[in-house]
C-alpha cells in the first residue's frame, strides 16, 4: 500500500519560499511511469492541480504557476520537495501530494493515492 505525508512549515511570510515535502512509503518514487504531483485546495475554493515529477526525475506545472514553482526529489530518501516562490496571502491552502499512473494536467486525471494535506498560512 502506497502511503504519502506531506512534511513543512505551516506558516510562511509573504514574499518568502515555501517548502513542502512528501515522503512516499510503500513504493518508489522511481517506479517506471509513475508522475508524482502537488495539489493545493485554497479555503473555500476548489482542488488547483500545481505539478508533477516524473519518475524519471523531469517536471512540469501548471501554467498559472510555472514561474513561481519548483519541484526537485531526492531519491536515497523517496521523497520530493515544493518550492513555491514569492508567496502572497493567495497562496494560503491546504497543500497535498499524490501520485498518478500517468501525466497529469489536472485534479481529475487518475491520482489514485493522496497523501492527508498540510495546512498552510501566509501571514507576517
Known amino acids: 500500500q502506497v502511503q504519502l505525508r506531506e512534511s513543512g512549515p505551516g506558516l510562511v511570510k509573504p514574499s518568502q519560499t515555501l517548502s513542502l515535502t512528501c515522503t512516499v512509503s510503500?513504493?518508489?518514487?522511481?517506479?517506471?511511469?509513475?508522475?508524482w504531483s502537488w495539489i493545493r485546495q485554497p479555503p473555500g475554493k476548489g482542488l488547483e492541480w500545481m505539478g508533477a515529477i516524473r519518475y524519471s526525475g523531469s517536471t512540469y506545472f501548471s501554467p498559472s504557476l510555472k514561474s513561481r514553482t519548483s519541484i526537485s526529489r531526492d531519491t536515497s530518501k523517496n521523497q520530493f520537495t515544493l518550492q513555491l516562490n514569492s508567496v502572497t496571502p493567495e497562496d494560503a491552502a491546504v497543500y497535498y501530494c499524490a501520485r498518478a499512473p500517468a501525466p497529469v494536467a489536472g485534479v481529475g486525471d487518475g491520482l489514485d493515492y493522496w497523501g492527508r494535506g498540510t495546512q498552510v498560512t501566509v501571514s507576517s
Open positions: 510503500g513504493g518508489s518514487i522511481t517506479t517506471r511511469n509513475y508522475h
